[in-house]
């Protein structure tokens, strides 16, 4: 019997929220992210970037601009192909790799690596996060520094809402959210609706409250970790926007 793709692995998913989740207002807080994460991971340009999970490259097109070296990594082939066109639009010179990010691994590469926009913990077995976590602390020269953005348990459980919806340049989406596995676990319904047809996807990922996710970059080779609410280097407390962990080998 053959069983479906995981969600994650699914292409059909991917093309069809990309336009989605990659609005202009997001290409736009990129420039304001990287700005941000610049002095907060103590880098300069020069250095050399790991965006993995990637995208549309977003960020590794801000880093390139910046004087960074830069390689993103991402599964998803027609976003990679996005993103190098762009590149090659302004004369940026970024390496785009395929591949999974549990699986990738450059020993003593990068100075510092990001995985952004919750891209992180789509897994059914903990186990592969680990495994993400360990190569990329492997991947790190001595020194560098791991930053991991995404929603920690504590940020969600305030904003929650079990249903909304939202009009993106003339596709609706609706959302359905549950929360199962003692909260640790995000059970997620979206149904799209463009062109006079509806789609719909199950998105479910692990949840992690900030001291979860400290221990795990510990666990994993790392030297020290830290959570912090915004790119800015704001406390993680009441106040967080979400959840970002940095860990420096």
Same mark, same amino acid.
């Given at each position: 019997?053959?069983?479906?793709?995981?969600?994650?692995?699914?292409?059909?998913?991917? &093309?069809?929220?990309?336009?989605?989740?990659?609005?202009?207002?997001?290409?736009?807080?990129?420039?304001?992210?990287?700005?941000?994460?610049?002095?907060?991971?103590?880098?300069?340009?020069?250095?050399?970037?790991?965006?993995?999970?990637?995208?549309?490259?977003?960020?590794?097109?801000?880093?390139?601009?910046?004087?960074?070296?830069?390689?993103?990594?991402?599964?998803?082939?027609?976003?990679?192909?996005?993103?190098?066109?762009?590149?090659?639009?302004?004369?940026?010179?970024?390496?785009?790799?395929?591949?999974?990010? @549990?699986?990738?691994?450059?020993? &003593?590469?990068?100075?510092?690596?990001?995985?952004?926009?919750?891209?992180?913990?789509?897994?059914?077995?903990?186990?592969?996060?680990?495994?993400?976590?360990?190569?990329?602390?492997?991947?790190?020269?001595?020194?560098?520094?791991?930053?991991?953005?995404?929603?920690?348990?504590?940020?969600?459980?305030?904003?929650?809402?079990?249903?909304?919806?939202?009009?993106?340049?003339?596709?609706?989406?609706?959302?359905?959210?549950?929360?199962?596995?003692?909260?640790?676990?995000?059970?997620?319904?979206?149904?799209?609706?463009?062109?006079?047809?509806?789609?719909?996807?199950?998105?479910?990922?692990?949840?992690?409250?900030?001291?979860?996710?400290?221990?795990?970059?510990?666990?994993?080779?790392?030297?020290?970790?830290?959570?912090?609410?915004?790119?800015?280097?704001?406390?993680?407390?009441?106040?967080? @926007?979400?959840?970002?962990?940095?860990? @420096?080998?």
């Amino acid at each position: 019997m053959q069983h479906a793709k995981p969600w994650h692995e699914d292409d059909f998913f991917w &093309e069809t929220v990309g336009p989605i989740m990659f609005t202009e207002q997001r290409y736009a807080d990129a420039t304001i992210e990287v700005e941000n994460i610049i002095p907060l991971l103590s880098i300069k340009p020069g250095a050399h970037v790991l965006d993995l999970g990637c995208g549309v490259g977003r960020h590794s097109l801000e880093f390139a601009r910046r004087g960074f070296q830069v390689t993103g990594v991402d599964s998803t082939q027609k976003y990679l192909q996005q993103a190098s066109e762009q590149a090659h639009k302004e004369g940026l010179k970024v390496e785009f790799v395929q591949d999974d990010m @549990r699986k990738f691994s450059r020993p &003593e590469t990068f100075d510092a690596a990001i995985n952004m926009f919750t891209s992180f913990s789509y897994f059914e077995d903990p186990d592969e996060d680990r495994q993400i976590v360990a190569n990329v602390c492997r991947s790190l020269k001595p020194g560098g520094a791991f930053l991991l953005h995404t929603h920690g348990k504590e940020t969600l459980a305030r904003i929650f809402q079990e249903k909304d919806w939202e009009e993106i340049n003339g596709t609706f989406v609706l959302y359905e959210r549950k929360p199962a596995r003692n909260w640790g676990w995000m059970e997620n319904r979206w149904i799209v609706f463009k062109d006079n047809r509806r789609t719909e996807f199950r998105v479910d990922h692990r949840l992690y409250a900030a001291t979860e996710l400290i221990t795990l970059f510990t666990a994993c080779g790392f030297a020290h970790a830290d959570a912090f609410g915004y790119f800015s280097g704001i406390p993680y407390n009441e106040k967080a @926007r979400f959840l970002v962990v940095v860990g @420096r080998k």
